[in-house]
C-alpha cells in the first residue's frame, strides 16, 4: 500500500468514527484527537530535540485567545485572523527561545515558565479583550466559503490538523533537522563539532512546534466555543510533559499512547478514586523514569524482545 | 514615613521567605546540578506540618518548628533516596532526576490534597501577628549564617563545595559524593520547610500554595546568582521590594503587579544569566 493511501485510510478511519458518536461522545473524542496533536508537537521539541519548555500549553492558548480576539473583538476577516495568529505565536516563540537558548542549561525551561504564568496574568487582566478571568464565550466559527462546519465534520478538521501535524514531523524528523535535533539532544558539543548550528536548531525546533501547538489552539478555540484562563494553566502543561513521558519520548508512538493513555484515564479512574487521578499520574511518571525511561513504546519493544 | 517603614518590615520579611526558597534550590543546585521544582511543595509540607503540630496538637512553638524541621530532613533525604539516587548511579543524564522530580512535586501536593480537605488550614503566629515579621527575618538570618559558617569554616562545607566545582576531583579527593547529595537534599527541604513555616501564618496552609513560592524563589535565585550563599538572600529581598514598592506605588492595575517578578525573571534571564553576585 503506497504511503499516500495508508494517510488516506488513516484520515478516513480517524474521523469516520466521528458520525457514529454521540454528541457527548464527539465531544470527548475531539479533545482526545487535540491531545494527542499537542502531544505530538511537544514530543518533538522535547523527545527529540531535547528541550523542557513549559510553554507549548501558553501557545495552544496564545492560539485560541488570538483567533477569538482576531475575529470578534476586532472583527478582522477569518484567513487574514488565522495568519495573524499563527505570526504571532511565531513572534512569542522567538522572543522566548533566541535569548534563552544562548545559555546553557535549562534556561529555556525557566523563561518559559516565566512565559505560561505572564500568559495567566495577562489573560486574566486584560479587561475587556480577553474577558478577564471569565474568558471569552457566545462566538461561533465563523462561514467559509459559504459553509459553516460542524457536528462531526468538525472533528473531521481536527483529524485533519492531527494528521497533517504528524506528517510535517514526520518528514522532519527524518529530515537532516531531525537528524540535527537528535545530535542537539544527546551532545551539543560533539553536534556543533558536526557542522549542526546548535542554537539554531533549537531556536527553529521550538519556533516551529509552538506554531504547531498556536494552530492546534485555534481549532480548540470553536470546539467548546469558550476560550478561559484556567485551560491554559500550568497544570496542563504539566500532564503534557507527563504524556509524552510515560508513552515515551521521542517516540511519535509514545507520544501517542502517552496522550490518549493519560488522557482517558480520569474517565475510568473517577468512579474509583474520584478526582486524586492526579496522584497516579504523578507516581506513573516517577515509576517511568525510575523502571523504564524509554516509557510504554520501550516497555512493549523490551517485550517484543525478550517474549 | 511609618507608611514606608511598615511597607519596609513587611517586604523585608517576604524577602526572607524567597530567600530560603532560593537557598533551597542552591543547596541542592551547587553541588548536582539539579533544579528541583519540588522545593514549593516542600515549603508546603512544612506548612501542613505546623498546622497539623500546632493548630491541631497545640504543640508549644520551639517544639513543633524543631520537629517539622526534623521531618522536612528526612522528607528531602527520602526524596533523594527514591527519585535521584538510583538515576544518578545508573548513570542516567541530568535531565532524568530533574523530571523524576517533577513527578515528586505532583506526588508531593496529591498527597497533600488527598489527607486534608481543600480549604486553607490556619497555623498561629510565633510571638503574636505583629511581631511575625521579625520573627521571620531573624530566623532566616540565623540560618543563612549558620549555612554560610558551614560553608567558609567546616570541612563538611568545604567537601560540598569541592563537589561543586570538580566533582570528578572531588571523588578522588576521597569525599562521598551520595553522602554529599544526600545531605543537599536534606537541607534543601529544612530550608523549604522552614520558609514554607514561617509563611503559612499570613497565607494559610492550603495545597496549591507550592508553585507560586517556587517561582519566586527562583526568581530570587536567579536575581541574586546560583554562586554565594548570600546572593539567595539578597535576590529574595530585591524581589520581595520590587513587588511590593510597584503594589504600592506603581501606577498600574493590582493583579498586573503579578507579573513584576515574572518580568524581573526572563530580563534577568536576558541580561546577567549569572546573577547579581558572581560565584567565587
Known sequence: MSPLLRWLGAALLLAGAAFFLSDYHNDVYRKLLLWVTLALSYNFLFGICGQIAFSHFAFYGIGAYSVVIFLFQFHLPFPLAILLGIALCILFALAVAIPSTRLEGFYLALATLALAQLFIVVLNEGGAVTGGPGGLANYKLPEFLGTRVRGPWYTAVIVLLLLGTLAVLWRLDRSWFGRACRAVRDNPEVAAAMGVDVARTKVIAFTLTSALAGIAGMVYAFVDNTVNPPIFGLDNAFLLLFMVIVGGAGRHAGAIIGAALLFLLPFVLSPLIGHHHVLVFGVLVVAAILLQPRGLVGLYDALRRHP | ?280
Not at chain 2, 519540588?38 to 500546632?54: C, D, I, K, P, S
Not at chain 2, 490534597?113 to 527575618?137: C, E, K, M, N, T
Request: charged content about 10%; some cysteine; hydrophobic content about 60%.
Open chain 2, 1 to 280: 514615613m511609618q507608611d514606608f517603614l511598615e511597607l519596609a518590615v513587611s517586604a523585608a520579611a517576604s524577602g526572607c521567605v524567597y530567600g530560603l526558597i532560593a537557598l533551597a534550590y542552591l543547596l541542592m543546585i551547587r553541588p548536582t546540578g539539579i533544579i528541583n521544582f519540588a522545593v514549593g511543595e516542600w515549603a508546603m509540607v512544612g506548612a501542613f506540618g505546623g498546622y497539623l503540630l500546632l493548630s491541631e496538637f497545640e504543640w508549644p512553638y520551639p517544639l513543633g518548628m524543631a520537629a517539622v524541621l526534623v521531618f522536612m530532613l528526612m522528607v528531602g533525604w527520602l526524596t533523594e533516596r527514591i527519585a535521584v539516587r538510583p538515576l544518578v548511579e545508573r548513570g542516567a543524564p541530568l535531565l532524568a532526576p530533574i523530571l523524576a522530580l517533577l513527578g515528586m512535586l505532583v506526588v508531593f501536593r496529591e498527597a497533600i490534597s488527598v489527607s486534608f480537605p481543600p480549604d486553607p488550614h490556619p497555623v498561629p503566629y510565633a510571638l503574636g501577628i505583629q511581631r511575625q515579621s521579625f520573627f521571620i527575618i531573624a530566623v532566616t538570618s540565623v540560618v543563612f549564617i549558620g549555612v554560610w559558617l558551614f560553608f567558609e569554616r567546616t570541612v563538611a562545607g568545604k567537601s560540598f563545595e569541592a563537589v561543586a566545582i570538580h566533582r570528578r576531583a572531588a571523588a578522588l579527593m576521597g569525599i562521598n559524593l551520595s553522602r554529599v547529595t544526600a545531605l543537599s537534599f536534606a537541607g534543601g527541604a529544612g530550608a523549604a520547610g522552614l520558609a514554607g513555616l514561617l509563611v503559612s501564618p499570613n497565607v494559610s496552609a492550603h495545597y496549591l500554595m507550592g508553585v507560586p513560592l517556587a517561582i519566586q524563589g527562583f526568581t530570587a535565585l536567579v536575581i541574586g546568582g546560583v554562586g554565594r550563599v548570600e546572593g539567595a538572600l539578597l535576590g529574595g529581598l530585591l524581589l520581595a521590594f520590587a513587588e511590593q514598592l510597584t503594589v504600592r506605588y506603581a501606577p498600574i492595575p493590582a493583579g498586573y503587579a503579578q507579573g513584576v517578578p515574572l518580568l524581573l525573571l526572563m530580563l534577568f534571564l536576558l541580561l546577567r544569566p549569572t546573577g547579581l553576585l558572581r560565584a567565587k
